[in-house]
């Protein structure tokens, strides 16, 4: 079926959504973030001392040209390029800087014709596992353990004039920051956890983004 359910967690009620609205280094960029997870929403909604509310939409899908990141075709490396090409953040040392250079040549994917992006939210907290990896301080499998550990879930990424079209706002619905606010403030807690367990050990067999980098100048070809 085309037509879906959508769920923006906010500390607005939003029935209408702007586009070319929002904030420009959000992980996709410059859109409308919303998730098929209301339970996932209610957290987003949410802060330490604010109340909040998920707005409800439908969309139809149908006519739509949809990127999914999560299809077989694509690796994690190519949800992690798109990251850091659209999130800020500090490169500590040349190795970082090599391998965020290195990921724009293999993993770059123009996102700009697509109506919509299906892909994994990256969490703040989580966003710590993507420095760690360009810092080749986690392996490709320690960086997938983290997503999976994370349970982060997908995201509906709504980019182009046409996909807000077809957002129909249906309803929204009160969320209290002393129900959900706990389980946001564990899920933080759980990233801090998972990313001191997963890099206090070395993964002596794994794939490491100065692997890579090592592979590529031995072959003298792209990958």
Not at 20 to 30: A, M, S, V
Not at 210 to 219: G, P
Request: net charge negative; glycine share 6%.
């Amino acid at each position: 079926m085309s037509k879906i359910r959508l769920y923006h967690g906010s500390q607005m009620i939003i029935e209408k959504p702007e586009y070319n609205g929002g904030k420009i280094h959000n992980d996709y960029g410059q859109g409308f973030y919303c998730t098929k997870h209301i339970e996932l929403a209610k957290e987003w909604a949410v802060d330490e001392d604010f109340d909040g509310y998920v707005n409800t939409y439908e969309i139809d899908l149908s006519g739509l040209k949809i990127l999914n990141l999560n299809d077989d075709k694509y690796s994690i490396l190519h949800w992690l390029t798109i990251l850091l090409e659209h999130r800020t953040m500090r490169m500590n040392g040349p190795v970082a800087e090599d391998g965020l250079d290195f990921l724009k040549k293999h993993y770059h994917m123009d996102i700009s014709g697509y109506d919509a992006i299906i892909g994994y939210r990256a969490d703040d907290s989580y966003f710590s596992f993507a420095r760690a990896f360009i810092a080749n301080s986690i392996s490709i499998a320690q960086l997938e353990r983290a997503m999976y550990l994370g349970e982060l879930g997908e995201q509906y990424f709504i980019q182009s004039e046409k996909a807000f079209s077809k957002l129909i706002f249906k309803e929204y619905i009160e969320v209290a920051s002393s129900d959900y606010y706990p389980l946001k403030k564990s899920r933080d807690n759980k990233a801090r956890s998972d990313f001191n367990y997963i890099t206090k050990s070395l993964d002596k067999e794994g794939t490491f983004i100065l692997d890579l980098m090592r592979e590529e100048r031995e072959n003298g070809t792209s990958l």
